[in-house]
């Protein structure tokens, strides 16, 4: 097979949006990607992800190609949205449906108590991550040493969960009391209106880097007076990246056997779009691209995105007037 080209005669610069599905790691889709690029014969190229989804979970996870891949390591750092399932009623150890149940409960929430204690887990908060996770402790990873059967205290983290709602959304009037919240009883406020608990409630959390969602699900859980664990996990958005933009993985398998798989992708800008553009002339963009110092700037200072006419050229930043390049784009000019 010759070897496929882009219609730019370029190397393939930019990001894949992929809908993950459910059983299939990170690193795997990383690779569904690569080898789309091989069955499509275009020539090797840098692939990355930009964020961890777990094998269990579903959704938005940006695929990095190219020069984007030197974006990959800020979608770390991006919020993300998720809807989730708690099932209550059992917690298990891995606090998702992987796990071993380790704690049961009868009691099962009303849906007045669900809505009027998410206030209580938006904005700032405390999570101590699962123990079935990637986080380090004492140079070892917490899974491993969960698996092994030790006793693993992790560290609580400060989050931020930007907001929190029940799924199609539910009017609360007033806040529970502490005997409907935790004993389901009937409402003192409404003795005669009828109890609905919830077996299970799909939530939907737009939430800060570092946040588990399945902590979080532990932690609702237990203030509602039962336990529970996560059932369903879906990433909506991740950065700017919107689910709407995601493709499936048959979609990219067709696309790279026949159309140009460039067609699917998104410029690598696009995952720029919340940091400011500078404009350069050829003689600044040249500078940039030698790595060189700007200065006598006029803008205030901070992160921008530096590009010539249409092509990314470096993002910087800027102090003071002087603007010096944090990463520079290998892309030829849209004139080339």
């Not at 009391?177 to 959390?205: I, K, M």
């Not at 140009?260 to 400011?276: F, H, K, Q, S």
């Not at 553009?277 to 691209?289: E, G, I, N």
Request: overall charge negative.
């Amino acid at each position: 097979m010759s070897e496929r080209k882009p219609a730019s005669g370029h190397p393939l610069s930019g990001w894949l949006i992929l809908d993950k599905p459910r059983g299939l790691g990170s690193t795997q889709a990383v690779g569904a990607v690569k080898r789309a690029l091989r069955e499509g014969g275009y020539s090797k190229t840098k692939v990355g992800h930009g964020g961890t989804l777990d094998p269990l979970a579903e959704g938005v996870l940006p695929i990095a190609l190219g020069e984007a891949t030197k974006l990959a390591g800020r979608m770390l750092d991006a919020s993300k949205i998720y809807a989730f399932t708690i099932q209550f009623g059992e917690e298990t150890d891995t606090l998702d449906t992987e796990g071993e149940v380790v704690h049961r409960s009868d009691r099962r929430p009303p849906m007045e108590a669900v809505a009027a204690i998410l206030p209580l887990f938006t904005g700032p908060i405390e999570q101590a991550p699962p123990v079935y996770s990637a986080i380090k402790v004492g140079g070892k990873r917490a899974y491993d040493l969960a698996r092994a059967g030790e006793d693993v205290e992790m560290k609580t983290r400060s989050v931020t969960i930007h907001s929190l709602e029940i799924e199609g959304g539910y009017e609360c009037d007033h806040e529970p009391s502490q005997l409907a919240t935790s004993f389901a009883q009937p409402d003192p406020f409404n003795p005669t209106a009828p109890l609905v608990t919830a077996n299970t409630v799909t939530l939907v959390a737009h939430v800060s880097k570092g946040t588990y969602i399945r902590s979080l699900a532990r932690d609702i859980a237990r203030a509602l007076g039962t336990v529970g664990h996560v059932t369903y996990l879906r990433r909506l958005k991740a950065g700017p990246f919107l689910e709407e933009q995601a493709i499936s993985l048959d979609k990219l398998g067709e696309t790279a056997k026949g159309a140009p798989l460039e067609y699917l992708l998104l410029p690598l800008e696009a995952g720029l779009d919340d940091i400011p553009a500078m404009q350069l002339d050829p003689d600044s963009a040249q500078a940039v691209r030698q790595g060189r110092v700007l200065s006598g700037l006029p803008q205030t200072d901070g992160l921008y995105f530096a590009r010539l006419e249409e092509t990314p050229v470096a993002l910087m930043e800027l102090s003071g007037g002087m603007a010096k390049v944090v990463r520079g784009f290998n892309l030829p000019d849209v004139a080339e």
